[in-house]
């Protein structure tokens, strides 16, 4: 793997662990919300945030 990659990935699951280590609580009430959604609603907000990131790669990369 590239170092870049490596990187990225490594940056990524430091977002990833930042809620659960500040607020545990509220990050268990997110994921409760989050299971509760239907598959429409999932496959909208995955496809934001990808477009989200792929707007935010383009515009500042």
Do not use: H, N
């Not at 977002?15 to 409760?32: D, K, N, Q, T, Y």
């Not at 792929?54 to 990369?61: G, N, S, T, V």
């Amino acid at each position: 793997m590239s170092k870049a990659l490596v990187m990225a990935l490594a940056l990524m699951l430091v977002f990833e662990g930042i809620m659960p280590f500040v607020a545990p609580s509220a990050w268990r009430e997110i994921l409760g919300k989050l299971a509760g959604m239907s598959d429409t609603q999932a496959r909208s907000l995955g496809f934001s945030l990808l477009m989200g990131a792929l707007l935010i790669a383009l515009f500042f990369a």
